[in-house]
Each structure stands twice: as C-alpha cells, then as structure tokens.
C-alpha cells in the first residue's frame, strides 16, 4: 500500500503536469534573463574550471575543480548509462535530442543555484563554508516565514535523498551489476562498499574533494574511450544515428526491430525526464558543492559550476546514447542497464562489454555515494548543528551495507519522490531571487574581471 501510494505520488511530481514543465521552464526564464550566457561563456567557463582549477586566495575549503569534480561525483552516475537506455528504449532516438535541450537550457538553473550558494554562504563553527539553497531560500527571500519554510523543507528533502538516491540506491545497483558481471556475492560487496565510502567521507569535504579530484577524470575519460571507441568502430552509421535523434525530436520514430515507434510527446517526456534525472539542474544540490569552493567572486564559481550539466549531459549522455544507436541495439526490446550493456558488448571487441559497462556502472555509482554523503551532511548540519555531523557520517556509511544486500523497491519510491520535491522549494528560490542573480552577474561582467 506505501509502495503504490509513493509510487503515484512520485509519477505526479516527475509527471508532465508538475516538475518537468516547471524544470524546463524556470531554465528557459534564467536563459533569457542571463541573455544566453550559457552558450556566450561556455568556453570561458570550461577554461576557467578545467585549466585554471582553482583561485587559492578565495575563502573556502576545496578548488574550483575539487567543488567541480565533487558535484560532478553526484550527477554522473547511473542516470549516464541507464538513464539514458531507458529515455532512448521509450521515446526513441528523439529522445537524446530532448535530454541535450534540457541541459542547455539546465546549465543556466544550474549556474543561478551556484552563484546564489556561493554569495549567500556562511562559515560554520568549524570554520568551513557552508552553503546551498536552505541557505540562500533563508537569507535571499525577504518574507520570513517563507523563507524559513521553503529552506527546511529543501533540507529535510535533500537529507532524506541523501540515503536514497544517493546511498542505498547506488550501493544496490553496484551489488547487482557486480553479482551479474564477476559472481561476486553482495554481502561481499556491501563489505568492501562500506569501508571504500567510509574512507573518503569520514574525512568531511576536503578528503571528498581530494579523491574526487583524480577519481573523477579518470572515471569519466576511461568510460567515453570505451564509448568513443564503438563510435569509432562504427563511423559508417554515426550519420544515420544523428539523423534519427533529431527526425524522432521532431516527428516521432517509426517501428523498427523490437521498438514499437514512439511519438514526439514520447521522446520529449522521457528525454526531458531522463536528461533532468541525470544532471540534477533544478534539484539545487550541486550548489552545496559550490559553496564549498576557493573564490572570492561567486560568479567566476557559478560559471564553473555551470559546465558540470555540460560535461554530464551534452558529453556523456551522448556517448553513450549514440553508441547505443549507432549498433542498433535500441531495435532489440531491451530497456536500462541491458540495452547500454548489449551495445557494448556488439560494439565492443572480445565480449568485454558487459563487463565494461558493469564495473562503470560500479565506479559512477560509487561516486555519486561520495558526492551525496556531502550534500546530506551539510543538510544535517543545517537542521541540527555541527554536533550532528560525525553520527550522519556513520549512519551514511553503515546504510551502504543495507542497500547492498536488501530489496529497494521501497527506497526506490521514496528516492524519485524526494529528489521532486527537493526541486520545488528551490525553484520557487530561483525564481524569488532572479533578480539578485541577474544583479550579480552584470556586476561582474561590467568589472575588471568580467571584461
């Protein structure tokens, strides 16, 4: 009976009458009152975040890449390899296209969340910077009693999600793919899971920050050369896989293979709904990531930032959507992770695909536990005080095991509910406090710096 009832009540918030129209349309409303800076100062930003790295004069505890790397932790997870399966598996190769407009139109969300994080941060009696939409909802909206309800609701959202999607989820998905791919016994692997989580978490935001910073790269650039070497392989076919992404976008895909043909309104919910799932734009928990960044200016943050919704949705996802069309496994009927593994293992050579897609479904999940263990901290921490943070950390890394060895169905509910409605309190900031943020940004770029 819970289970249903969560069920509906999470197919209601992640439904085309609520959250994903709101989404959109609160990254349309930022894209036009930024004038489009995600697409004039993409270059710069990609410069500033991965070949700069880091402002070591600014106040905070982590670099510009480690706050990047960190969020960055959070988003690329399953989301990148059955995300993406299931939105191309139910709404056809148009679907991709809607997942790219969704993170265009979400680096916008995702830059006002960062540059609201940073400029409204505080420094915590530990001395750490802390900061995230419960902090901007309670500082930036002038209506108190507003403000104080949308910033508790956000953190008790987010902390709840933090031992859902965030933990127990990713620790269950890991014991699957691991126990499918090598025989591997779960218990074993929620063993190992507990003390690989606890190692790094334990150690707060600068350990995280640490491991994230070399653990990350290498995670995303080994799994786009297995996926940029099936694109490789099948050069010939990359044309006709781009035709079709942007022929279903816009008129539907007919039946082709295992594939029943899918609509346009299809390809547009789940690649929107997907694309969303992956890249958290909107969910505001990237900005707790980039309060914690080395700055002295919150938009030179924000604008590196934004580029984690690029390098998730607009590289990642494309890789391994096009290398799912490109070997035509989407005609099979396959759907999630066994669509992605089919193709790489047709489009791999030496049946390493499986195995491929297994141990980066392992990696990628594994990561977005690091990611999340801060994001919940800090929400505790918000909630309760500094003193509550050492026994959420323990409680996080012992609820590792649980997920590894349990049935989620429960949890699973109970995520995709809490991650919607984490989205709506800080949309409803983002919105409040767009003007701050156009402020802001045009101070900037009129400065010294911005020029």
């Not at 530990?126 to 108190?144: D, N, S, T, V, W």
């Amino acid at each position: 009976m819970l289970v249903d009832w969560l069920e509906a009540a999470a197919g209601f918030i992640w439904g085309p009458w609520l959250l994903i129209p709101l989404l959109l349309l609160t990254g349309l409303y930022l894209t036009v009152r930024l004038r489009g800076l995600q697409f004039t100062q993409l270059g710069p930003s990609l410069h500033l975040a991965l070949i700069v790295r880091r402002e070591p004069d600014g106040a905070g505890d982590i670099s510009h890449f480690q706050a990047l790397m960190t969020a960055l932790a959070a988003t690329v997870g399953t989301g990148n390899i059955v995300g993406v399966a299931t939105a191309i598996a139910l709404g056809g190769p148009g679907a991709l296209f809607w997942m790219w407009i969704t993170g265009l139109v979400g680096m916008a969300t995702k830059y006002s969340e960062a540059l609201l994080s940073v400029h409204f941060r505080e420094t915590d009696p530990r001395g750490e910077q802390a900061g995230g939409p419960m902090y901007y909802l309670e500082k930036g909206i002038r209506f108190r009693p507003l403000a104080r309800g949308l910033a508790l609701a956000f953190a008790v959202f987010a902390a709840v999600a933090s031992f859902g999607i965030g933990n127990m989820v990713q620790a269950n998905s890991i014991a699957g793919a691991v126990e499918h791919a090598f025989g591997v016994p779960t218990w074993l692997t929620g063993a190992l899971l507990v003390l690989a989580v606890g190692l790094v978490v334990l150690g707060g935001i600068r350990s995280i920050g640490r491991f994230t910073g070399v653990f990350v790269p290498l995670m995303v650039l080994g799994y786009m050369a297995g996926a940029a070497t099936i694109l490789v392989l099948h050069a010939d076919r990359l044309p006709a896989a781009l035709a079709a992404v942007f022929t279903g976008a816009l008129s539907g895909t007919a039946a082709a293979g295992g594939f029943a043909g899918a609509g346009v309104l299809a390809a547009m919910r789940y690649g929107v709904a997907r694309g969303i799932f992956s890249n958290e734009s909107g969910l505001g928990s990237a900005g707790i990531a980039a309060a914690a960044a080395q700055t002295r200016e919150p938009v030179r943050q924000a604008l590196v930032s934004m580029t984690q919704t690029f390098i998730d949705t607009l590289v990642v996802c494309s890789f391994t959507g096009l290398a799912i069309l490109v070997t035509g496994s989407w005609t099979e009927g396959l759907d999630g992770a066994a669509l992605t593994q089919q193709a790489f293992d047709s489009g791999l050579p030496g049946g390493l695909g499986p195995a491929f897609v297994a141990l980066s479904l392992a990696m990628f999940a594994y990561s977005t536990m690091l990611g999340w263990c801060f994001y919940g901290e800090r929400c505790i921490e918000y909630l309760f005080g500094a003193r509550a943070i050492l026994p959420f950390r323990i409680v996080f890394v012992a609820a590792v095991y649980v997920g590894a060895v349990r049935s989620l169905d429960l949890v699973w509910t109970l995520s995709d509910a809490m991650n919607g409605l984490m989205a709506l309190p800080n949309l409803v900031g983002l919105l409040v406090l767009s003007g701050t943020i156009v402020r802001l940004t045009r101070s900037y770029f009129a400065g010294p710096d911005g020029r």
